[in-house]
């Protein structure tokens, strides 16, 4: 089965950095994509950005547009999400999904970035 496994999160100031990583294994035979989403403590989960895994396009909530990169490393099967000049709004629990056209998404097991003010 496929699995995702995330790492990277932590407590940053604000201002600060991080990047996140997720290794991703089992084979697809269909486009997919990947996202990273989020959830705060008691709100809903949010968008963050999504790559094509191939092509690669890139998509962004606007909260995190000129701050947070998303990137893959095709040959390692891993994405990534490099967030600078992070604010005390980014705290959540972020998760790594990937999502098969037509099929749901998997989920990873989650990364908590705590940001301080």
């Known amino acids: 089965q496929v699995q995702l496994v995330e790492s990277g999160g932590g407590l940053v100031q604000a201002g600060g950095s991080l990047r996140l990583s997720c290794a991703a294994s089992?084979?697809?035979?269909?486009?997919?994509?990947m996202a990273w989403i989020r959830q705060a403590p008691g709100k809903d989960r949010e968008f963050v950005a999504g790559?094509?895994?191939?092509?690669?396009?890139?998509y962004y909530a606007d909260s995190v547009k000129g701050r947070f990169t998303i990137s893959r490393d095709n040959a390692k099967n891993t994405v990534y999400l490099q967030m600078n000049n992070l604010k005390p709004e980014d705290t959540a629990v972020y998760y790594c999904?990937?999502?098969?056209?037509?099929?749901?998404?998997?989920w990873g097991q989650g990364t908590r970035v705590t940001v301080s003010s």
């Open positions: 999904t990937r999502k098969e056209r037509g099929r749901p998404p998997y």
């Open positions: 089992g084979r697809t035979f269909n486009s997919y994509a």
């Open positions: 790559i094509r895994w191939t092509g690669g396009a890139t």
